[in-house]
């Protein structure tokens, strides 16, 4: 008889949560998950699945602006906002049942209840059972961050805008990180006028300079607007229950909802951490090793409420990695180099590997080469927006240190040419690649 009630307690059914049960489990481990809120966990429920189904809807009003240029009439227009809210939480639902029934064909034991540690080896659930586990997994993701100013009740954050009850009319967002320049770009194209506040001059920190540079003409281009280094101040409730929002300008904001996007936090509060003697940095991030072991060697930690990349898929490799090694028997780490990523703007941006101004910064000697063109799809627009490519190439080696893109269908373009990447192929080797015409992605073996 083991002197723990499992081998293995999960805190948090997300991405990485799941992942790790359903693995230790195929490894003969007793597992069992508690979630306080959802199974699914961010990126299922509140987070990049249906943000990505908001971004398809409205790209309809886009699509059919133009169709008449391509032959088809089109009879009189309308949106339903709750329509296309509802739709997108029903697969929500969907995807949940799913993610319940992975747990439930691995024979994971499921309690849909607040947990907290209590020591080492112990976890307390809200309904007040007291259970032992020889390890325990942390993978209760990352939350909202939402600053203190006067009137913050008034205002929503990514969690509430897939519940709205109406589509705002007017809508101001606090932060132009990937969170706020996809919502930006969601209701602009759905007619809402959108203020996007930002503390600075930049957009996208962390993207390459000049594909940021071309996203932010087109947003502005399109009609959205922004207000660079300011950040609200108060907001207030009219009313007639608009908003009155304050950024320290002679003029206030008018809006029907506020949405803060200012970024997302661990979500360690209050999870009984210190019990353990769980180490937690600066912003309450979860502090581990290469094989995602804590300062506690029987607490673990997974996904976005570590100290590393805060990406749905990397916090699946995590938790894959972490069940392998404790119950697999084949300790194995995460690869975090070149690891691709892509903002749901409109248009879509992505990138993989070193930004030109790391690649300088780190090499001194680059080559940069780029294409700035019009995408055959665009043509019939009346303001045909163009795509930009960059690769960025090693100039002693060839070897090809990043790609960076914008326009449209670039993350499913750039997926593939992360494989070159990661592979640590060369710009000839592009160069080499017959190109598929007529297509976008034949940019990448044409670039000068």
Known sequence: MSEFDYDLFVIGAGSGGVRASRIAASHGAKVAVAEEHRVGGTCVIRGCVPKKMLVYGSMFAEELSHAANFGWTIGDKSFDWRTLRDFVNGDVDRLEGLYTKTLESHSVDRFLERATITGPHGVKLASGKEITAKYILVATGSWPAMPDFPGKEHCISSNEVFHLEEQPRRLVIMGAGYIGMEFAGVFNALGSHVEVVN??????????????????????????????????????????????????????????????????????????????????????????????????????????????????????????????????????????????????????????????????????????????????????????????????????????????????????????????????????????????????????????
Request: glycine share 10%.
């Open 199 to 448: 503390r600075s001059e930049t957009i996208l920190r962390g993207y390459d300079e000049g594909i940021v540079d071309r996203l932010l003409h087109i947003a502005m281009r399109r009609g959205i607007d922004f207000h660079m280094n300011s950040e609200i101040q108060s907001v207030e409730k009219a009313e007639d229950g608009s908003l009155k929002v304050d950024i320290g300008g002679p003029e206030l904001l008018l809006a029907d909802q506020v949405l803060i996007a200012t970024g997302r936090k661990p979500n360690t509060a209050g999870l009984g951490l210190e019990s353990a003697g769980v180490e937690l940095g600066k912003w309450g991030e979860i502090a581990v090793n290469e094989y995602s072991r804590t300062s506690c060697e029987s607490i673990y930690a997974v996904g976005d409420v570590t100290d590393r990349v805060q990406l749905t898929p990397v916090a699946i490799r995590e938790g894959h990695a972490f069940a392998d090694s404790v119950f697999g028997g084949n300790p194995r780490t995460v690869d975090y180099a070149n690891i691709p990523s892509a903002v749901f703007s409109q248009p879509p941006l992505a990138g993989v590997g070193l930004t030109e101004e790391e690649a300088r910064t780190t090499y001194g000697g680059i080559k940069v080469y780029s294409s700035d063109f019009r995408p055959m799809k665009n043509i019939f627009a009346p303001d045909a927006e163009r795509g930009l490519y960059k690769m960025i190439v090693d100039e002693s080696s060839g070897k090809i240190l990043g790609i960076h893109m914008i326009g449209p269908e670039s993350p499913e373009i750039l997926q593939a040419a992360a494989v070159a990447v990661k592979a640590g192929l060369s710009k000839a080797d592009f160069d080499a690649t017959v190109a598929l015409h007529p297509s976008m992605a034949e940019e990448l073996v044409l670039l000068n």
